[in-house]
């Protein structure tokens, strides 16, 4: 088996061979933190996420190191820090908590480094010394801007001419500026703005070299795979491929010269058939969504499309995500007897995870291996849980207990209360008191309460809605 990766460079899916095996390094573009992150922005976190895992089982946990980088100097960020009267810290460390918190629930394994723009200011201005030696930026007015002249590849990542990408994307007009494409690098603060001394004058850096100067601190150059969504693309990534070799490194500069092995981007996240967008508040905020339905449903809905293509957001997506977790729950819970078989994940759900991370064809081994689960007989049955645990843990699924999963937003009195009608139910059908049995289940149906009994006694759950 051999992991085939989507590379947007080739335009095609290439086998995924690492520099070092035993040193693979990832980087994804990280969150601005001045608020609470959207749906949209946790696609890329948990689809890369699944890359990170299954690179973890591949190669070993300790051979990966995955990075994704904090931006914690922004425009946003210094206004939301003037309304508030604090300094850009308060800001940016209160959401960056909630962000890291809320993507927990969501599954997401931390990353193994998450380096911060204000803690990584040294090596920016040392890699944009670098491109100014280089001729590859200049000095204008207080600004340094990247001279795209100076890389004859620019486009080649994105596969548009130059005069396409100008015409297409919203460009800074300036008078400084030596070609209409160049891109700032580092520029002037603004009055009470943070602002950090450099060779050019006092000022912060421009939003593409954060990434470039995180990366090359972080992981080295050249990186294997390097991750972010499509919108990216143009002209962030575009920037930050030309900016990071123009500056060069161990690996030289030129045709020969190689910044990332893999360029990977997931699609967009819309809500129904839009775009989702701040400006028409059509915005599902992560913080909201998990006080409404559990983290691993939310997390399921994000990969039931394979992640290179749009992924359409809605209630019913969620509530059908629920559903398929039920499905799989339930047939745990169905076998909780049975110690589960220690082994490894099947071999059909591994061949789809590797062929450009087919979510929806392991989702649907997931599904194959629960029925057989609940087919199996005698020793076959420990196999069949081991497996399907390993599979879907794999994937980030399936850490609950079933128990909890299906009584998960039920509150301490009615789960007593659940719990003390369930004992009367038993009583009575112990005593062949039918009638007082019926009366009791009657109560739980009124509380939406579903039972299951079994030789044991009963479970129960909270019945779906329909």
């Not at 210094?78 to 927990?104: F, H, P, Q, W």
């Not at 994307?169 to 001394?197: C, I, T």
């Not at 989702?363 to 599979?391: H, I, P, Q, W």
Request: glycine share 8%; charged share 25%; aromatic share 8%.
């Amino acid at each position: 088996m051999t992991l085939n990766l989507y590379d947007t460079m080739a335009r095609a899916k290439r086998p995924f061979a690492p520099r070092d095996p035993k040193r693979v390094t990832m980087y994804v573009c990280g969150p601005t933190v001045y608020n609470y992150a959207h749906i949209g922005n946790a696609r890329p976190v948990v689809a890369f996420d699944v890359l990170f895992r299954l690179l973890r089982h591949t190669y070993g946990a300790d051979a990966v190191i995955y990075a994704a980088n904090v931006t914690d100097v922004d425009d946003k960020i210094n206004k939301k820090a003037a309304e508030e009267g604090v300094d850009i810290s308060v800001i940016t460390d209160r959401y960056l908590d909630i962000y890291n918190a809320d993507m927990s629930v969501l599954g997401a394994l931390r990353p193994t480094h998450q380096p911060r723009a204000t803690q990584t200011m040294d090596a920016i201005i040392a890699m944009i010394g670098r491109l100014v030696r280089n001729n590859a930026a200049y000095a204008a007015e207080g600004h340094v801007l990247f001279n795209t002249q100076a890389y004859s590849d620019y486009g080649k990542l994105s596969g548009h001419p130059m005069e396409d990408m100008i015409a297409g994307a919203r460009v800074d007009v300036a008078p400084y500026k030596q070609h209409p494409a160049d891109f700032v690098l580092w520029k002037p603060s603004k009055d009470n703005e943070p602002v950090w001394e450099s060779p050019w004058g006092p000022g912060r850096p421009g939003w593409h070299i954060e990434c470039s100067a995180m990366i090359e601190q972080a992981l080295g150059l050249p990186i294997d795979i390097h991750g972010g969504g499509i919108d990216l693309l143009f002209p962030h990534h575009e920037n930050e491929m030309a900016q990071g070799l123009c500056a060069g490194h161990e690996h030289g500069q030129g045709a020969e010269a190689e910044y990332a092995r893999y360029w990977m981007h997931n699609g967009f996240l819309n809500m129904g058939a839009e775009k989702m967008s701040k400006s028409v508040g059509n915005v599902a905020l992560v913080h909201q969504l998990i006080q409404q339905a559990p983290g691993e449903a939310l997390r399921w809905a994000l990969l039931v499309g394979q992640y290179r293509a749009p992924l359409d957001w809605t209630e019913e997506l969620i509530e059908q995500s629920k559903k398929a977790l039920d499905r799989l729950y339930g047939a745990l819970r169905r076998s909780s007897e049975v110690k589960a078989e220690a082994t490894g994940p099947s071999v059909a759900f591994l061949e789809a995870l590797e062929d450009d991370l087919n979510t929806p064809a392991a989702m649907a081994e997931l599904f194959a291996m629960a029925t057989a689960l609940e087919t199996a007989r005698g020793d076959d049955r420990a196999y069949a849980k081991g497996e399907l645990l390993a599979s879907a843990n794999l994937m980030g699924f399936l850490f609950a207990d079933p128990e909890y999963w299906f009584q998960a937003g039920v509150s301490d009195e009615l789960r007593d209360k659940v719990d003390g009608l369930i004992a009367d139910r038993v009583a009575a059908r112990a005593a062949k008191d039918w009638a007082a049995a019926d009366r009791i289940r009657g109560e739980l149906t009124a509380l939406n309460i579903e039972v299951m009994d079994n030789p044991t006694g009963a479970t129960w759950r909270i019945k779906e809605q329909s």
